[in-house]
Structures are given as structure tokens and as C-alpha cells.
């Protein structure tokens, strides 16, 4: 039986180093909208996963972890914010869409698509302040989206490494970025403790700090690994061994999360969050663009994986979980940092460059609360239209 083809409504944008396709839930096919299969199964197909051959040539995905992602964002239902904003990472070579995060990246698009899309007033010229509600992670995100003659103001001169070309600044924050004792993953610190030393099969004593803030994050010293820090794509995402290691690495620290029951489940169900990166003392490099970034310009060397591979510059969510741990005097970050105390903002080298963030944090009565994290990225719409996919989608 031959299928055709059906048209969605959907708003193809970047958000930070990021690309995805945005939906309103209505926006979906009717069967898909209350079915999470079938609306797995759609989304899958208008990205192009799974791809056999990695290269997302019959989708909207770039085959990478960075491009391959899916957005649905609606009015929110709740009073203290304005849109509901939920988060798909799509696996290039599986049939897997992760809900389990956010990402960082992404969440600088939701304000300039809501408003868009006509989900959220805002005023004619100045500053729209967008009131987001994570629902991967249940949490609150302030977007400040500049406005110009009625409409969200996406050229300007703010520039981003790792994106090409210049545009108008987002800032963004993230509100009590740590995890709340009953959500996923439990407290800031899910083992109650700053540094944790993993038993890791096949690999031996590993030194992290395991963090809730953002999104689930794994910090290990670079050297742990086998790292200098500076490393770019090209010199990781090519070796299956590696790769290997640092997966292992990942999964048994999700175990110890207590995110997944066995290893295996974190690779195969749950390869989003938590994220594992590393992070070195300040060392020049020249970054994937060409530029150089010197010893003097940043306070540490910061990396991380996204989906089994080597992100080409830095996770949203990532950078929330740097500023969060170098905050708190003990972790693997505020070691790295010297150890001297707290910081309220720190600037880290990437693969694609450099980004400044920000957090401050208190204890109280033996834990650690941040209020908020802070970062600015930038936004753009790239295509809004139609997106076209079979009707036999679920098949």
C-alpha cells in the first residue's frame, strides 16, 4: 500500500549552539498529541532517525547531538509561568527520543518562538520577559528577549563561539537550578557527598563530583581520562575506544545517581542526561573556528559529552553545571579552580571558544541552595512552515 505524505506546522531554529524543530503540541498529527509512542514515532521520522548511515539525509536532523533535537512548547497551564516547554533528544542511530533533560541551548528559542507563535504577549519594543517552565525538569527559566517594532529582535551585534555569526543577545535564567529532594535524581548532591570515587568495571578508580544543577552532570578531572583539556572534536569522535571508556564511565555514574538501575539501561534507555565532562587548569589552545584562546582569557579548560560523543562547544545545561559547581568550595570544579572558595562567575575555554557564567550559592543548615544561574546566549528562526512526513510514520 502506497502512503503519502502529511504536513505539519512547525518552526525549524537555532537556540545557542544549538538546532531543533519546534512544535506546539497541537501542531501534532491528532492520534500523536495524547500517545507518547506515536508522537515518538513522528517526531523520530521528521528528524530522520534512526539513520543507519548517520547522516539524517531523509530528516530535519544534522546527525549530530547538537542538531538532532525536537521542542514542543505550548501556553502554560500553570500561574507562575507563561509557556510549558518540553525537551527530545534524538538519538541519530537508535529509535530513542530522551526526555529525561533540558537542553540549555534550546531554551534561549522558546521565548522568541512563543512569542512568534502568538503564545505569550509581549510589549511592542524593549525587553519581553518570558516565564519558562522546564517540564523535562521541573523547573523554572527566566528568558529576557529583546523586542523591536513588534517583533522579537533577532539580528544584533552579540557574538556567541561556536555560532557563525552574530545576533541579538538572550540572557537567560535558571532558577533553583539544583535538583529538590523528590525530584529525579534526588538533592544537588544525589550522594550527599561533593566528591564521589567510583568503581568503574574495565577502568578502575574514578574521582567525580555528581551534580544535579541544570541538568545532571558528571565532572571528572581531564587527566582521569587520559585528557589534557584542550582536546577538540577531532581528536576524540574518532576513536571507538575512547569513546567506550568514557560511556562506561558515564553509565556507572548514572547508576550511582541512582538514575538507572543497571549500566546497560543508562546507555540504551537514557543517553541524554547525565552528561559526563571534564575540566583542566587554564591552558592555551586554538579553538575548531581558528581562534586562538589564551591561558590569561579563562579560568579553566571545560568539555563534555552530549549523546556518546565530543559536544563542539559547550551543553546550555553544561555551563549551568560549571557555574553551580564552582560555586560550591569541594567539587572537581572549584578544585580545578584552586580550591580558594566560592565563585560567583567563571569564564571557561570550549572547543569553540570561551563563555562566561554565573552563580551564587549558600549553605544552609549543611546544604547547598543556588538561587540562580546565569548566561546569555542567542537565538534565530531558520525556517517556519510545513514539515512533511509520511503517513505511515508509526510503521
Same mark, same amino acid.
Given at each position: ?5 502529511? #504536513? ?5 531554529? $537555532?537556540?545557542?549552539?544549538?538546532k531543533?524543530?519546534?512544535f506546539?503540541?497541537? +501542531? ?8 507518547? @509512542? ?34 514542543l512548547?505550548? &501556553? ?7 509557556v510549558?516547554?518540553l525537551?527530545?533528544?534524538?538519538s ?16 534561549? @528559542?522558546?521565548?522568541?518562538?512563543a512569542?512568534?507563535? #502568538?503564545?505569550?504577549?509581549?510589549? &511592542? ?5 518570558? $516565564? ?9 527559566i *527566566?528568558?529576557?528577549?529583546?523586542m ?10 552579540f ?6 555569526? /552574530? ?13 529538590? +529532594? ?8 544525589p550522594?550527599?557527598?561533593?566528591v ?6 574495565? *577502568? ?11 541538568? /545532571?552532570?558528571?565532572?571528572v ?15 576524540v ?10 560511556e ?6 548514572t ?14 534507555? $537514557? ?11 587554564p591552558?592555551a589552545?586554538?579553538? =575548531? ?5 589564551? *591561558? ?5 579548560? =571545560? $568539555? ?16 549551568v ?6 560555586a ?5 570544579? @572549584? &578544585? ?7 565563585r560567583?562567575?567563571? &569564564? ?11 552563580a551564587? @550559592? ?6 547547598w541552595?543556588?538561587?540562580k ?10 525556517m +517556519? ?6 503517513s505511515?510514520?508509526?510503521?
Open positions: 500500500m502506497t502512503s503519502r505524505q502529511i #504536513g505539519v506546522r512547525a518552526t525549524y531554529m $537555532r537556540g545557542g549552539t544549538s531543533g524543530v519546534f506546539e503540541p497541537a +501542531d501534532l498529527p491528532a492520534e500523536a498529541r495524547d500517545n507518547p @509512542a506515536l508522537r515518538d514515532a513522528f517526531l523520530l521520522r521528521v528528524v530522520g532517525s534512526p539513520d543507519r548511515y548517520r547522516q539524517h539525509i531523509d530528516g530535519m536532523g544534522g546527525a549530530t547531538s547538537s542538531t538532532s533535537k525536537v521542542v512548547a505550548s &501556553r502554560s497551564s500553570r500561574g507562575d509561568s507563561d510549558d516547554y525537551f527530545g533528544a534524538v541519530v542511530e537508535k529509535p530513542v527520543i530522551d526526555w529525561s533533560g533540558n537542553c540549555g541551548n534550546l531554551t534561549s @528559542a522558546v521565548g522568541p518562538f512569542i512568534a507563535r #502568538g503564545l505569550v504577549d509581549a510589549p &511592542r519594543d524593549g525587553v519581553a520577559t518570558v $516565564r519558562i517552565w522546564q517540564a523535562n525538569i521541573g523547573k523554572k *527566566v528568558a529576557y528577549v529583546p523591536a517594532g513588534g517583533e522579537v529582535q533577532e539580528t544584533g551585534s557574538e556567541l563561539d561556536g555560532v557563525t555569526f /552574530p545576533a541579538a543577545e538572550i540572557r537567560l535564567e535558571f532558577l533553583d537550578p539544583g535538583a529538590e +529532594d523528590d525530584g529525579d535524581g534526588g538533592a544537588m548532591f550522594t550527599g557527598r561533593k564521589d570515587q567510583l568503581q568503574v568495571p574495565d *577502568v578502575g578508580a574514578i574521582e567525580a563530583t555528581l551534580i544535579n544543577a541544570g541538568n /545532571p552532570t558528571i565532572f578531572d581531564a587527566a582521569a581520562l587520559g585528557f589534557r583539556g584542550t582536546e577538540l572534536q577531532a581528536d569522535n574518532g576513536d571507538a575506544t575512547v569513546l567506550a571508556r568514557c562506561t564511565i558515564r553509565a556507572h555514574a547508576v550511582a545517581m541512582g538514575l538507572a538501575k543497571t549500566a546497560e539501561e543508562a546507555t540504551e534507555k $537514557r543517553p541524554h542526561t547525565p552528561k559526563l565532562a571534564f575540566v583542566a587548569s591552558a589552545y586554538v579553538a =575548531a573556528s581558528g581562534k586562538r584562546v589564551a *591561558v590569561d582569557d579563562i579560568d579553566l579548560c =571545560a $568539555r563534555i559529552f552530549s549523546m556518546g560523543k565530543l559536544h563542539h562547544a559547550m551543553t546550555g545545561t553544561g555551563a553545571a560549571i557555574a553551580v559547581a564552582a560550591i568550595p569541594g567539587t572537581v570544579v @572549584a &578544585r580545578v579552580l584552586g580550591g580558594a572558595g566560592a560567583e562567575e567563571v &569564564r571557561f575555554g570550549h572547543p569553540s571558544g570561551a563563555l562566561t557564567v554565573g551564587s @550559592a549558600s549553605e544552609i543548615d549543611g546544604e541552595q543556588v538561587a544561574a546565569t548566561m546569555s546566549r542567542s537565538a534565530r528562526r531558520l +517556519d512552515g510545513v514539515v512533511f512526513v509520511p505511515n510514520y508509526a510503521s
